[in-house]
């Protein structure tokens, strides 16, 4: 191949992916300019399911075991595949054998959005272990669930799914599969359609990442539908990375705010204090009247008793807490 084709060619995959960008800002705005009629149905159905009865554990054994039992219940709801996928972004908070078998056995869920969701939990424990059944999917029926666990492999140093991501830089102007590094996926038509491009476009700027409410465009109108204020979860997860007396109170004081999602992101950001006044303000949560936010708590309940959770990415604040605590 010539200079001037491998330069054409570049050339048609930048604009590819711009293309692809602007698809995703242009149907985040369209949702968010149509709310649904029951957004609470249409977003998280089952956030208001109640809250079962938290039994009066007096023991730190006992604890763990009704948080694992609330994540262990709702990651089998056979009948609320939203109540799996919000149990999915709790288990992707920590990393270990139980919490891992669960996410595996999710990606071979009947529901698309839940085989996502366990691919994007399992991108979340950024553990190894699970990059072989992430492969798998690369051939799943559904092209979101394919094109999800392509880019996840890939944050993953997985090039297994390259090939997918370059149909779907392509575009519509390939038919065929994209051979490269020796693999070679069904490439499902879907990933040269528009209408497709432009809702995995869409979930890439929602930022595709998995959290207590969902993933994508559904988790984002749920936040917005509930008056969740994302500028206050923002500040938690940047001052979190402070770890002073002030800001652990701060958090703390945070667990009993009126905003769901303050809680939640409160839950998570104390999950690396070991404390017990901690562990038991954390605890507490489990019988939060939000799913959600109850089983983000579990999660980061069992965090604060040892349970490892995925590695810590350096930050501008955690540099400067390192610096602190020297």
């Known amino acids: 191949m010539n200079a001037a084709r491998i330069g054409a060619d570049r050339q048609w995959r930048s604009m590819g992916l711009v293309l692809l960008a602007l698809a995703g800002t242009m149907s985040m705005a369209a949702a968010a300019q149509t709310p649904p009629v029951n957004p609470d149905s249409a977003v998280v159905g089952d956030t208001d399911q109640p809250a079962p ?12 075991s009704a948080a694992w ?6 990651a089998a709801d056979p009948k609320h595949p939203q109540t799996r996928i919000q149990a999915l972004a709790a288990l992707g908070l920590m990393r270990s054998a ?8 999710a990606m071979a869920d009947p529901d698309v959005d839940v085989r996502t969701a366990a691919v994007l939990a399992a991108g979340q424990t950024k553990d190894r272990n699970m990059t072989t059944s992430i492969r798998n999917l690369l051939d799943d029926k559904e092209p979101q669930v394919a094109f999800v666990a392509a880019m996840t492999l ?25 051979l490269i590094h020796g693999t070679e996926h069904k490439i499902n038509k879907d990933l040269h359609d528009p209408t497709m491009l432009a809702k995995m476009g869409a979930m890439q700027g929602a930022s595709m990442l998995l959290g207590p409410f969902g993933f994508g465009i559904t988790a984002f109108e749920f936040i917005r539908q509930s008056g969740g204020d ?65 089983l983000t708590g579990a999660a980061a309940y069992l965090r604060t008793t040892g349970v490892p959770g995925p590695p810590a990415t350096t930050t501008a604040g955690s540099a400067r807490a390192a610096k602190t605590s020297h």
């Open 154 to 178: 890939y944050k993953m140093g997985d090039k297994s799914g390259e090939d997918i991501l370059m149909a779907v830089v392509d575009g519509d102007r390939k038919a065929g599969p994209t």
């Open 53 to 64: 009865a938290l039994p009066k554990a007096v023991t730190a054994a006992e604890r763990s």
């Open 69 to 74: 039992k609330l994540l262990t219940d709702a």
């Open 98 to 105: 139980r919490s891992e078998k669960m996410i595996v056995s």
């Open 230 to 294: 994302l500028a206050r979860v923002s500040a938690i997860e940047e001052i979190a990375q402070e770890r002073i007396e002030p800001v652990h109170k701060e958090l703390i004081a945070a667990l009993g705010d009126k905003d769901l999602t303050v809680r939640a992101a409160a839950a998570k950001a104390l999950a690396d204090y070991h404390d017990t006044p901690t562990q038991m303000a954390v605890y507490a949560l489990l019988d939060d009247a939000k799913q959600p936010v109850r």
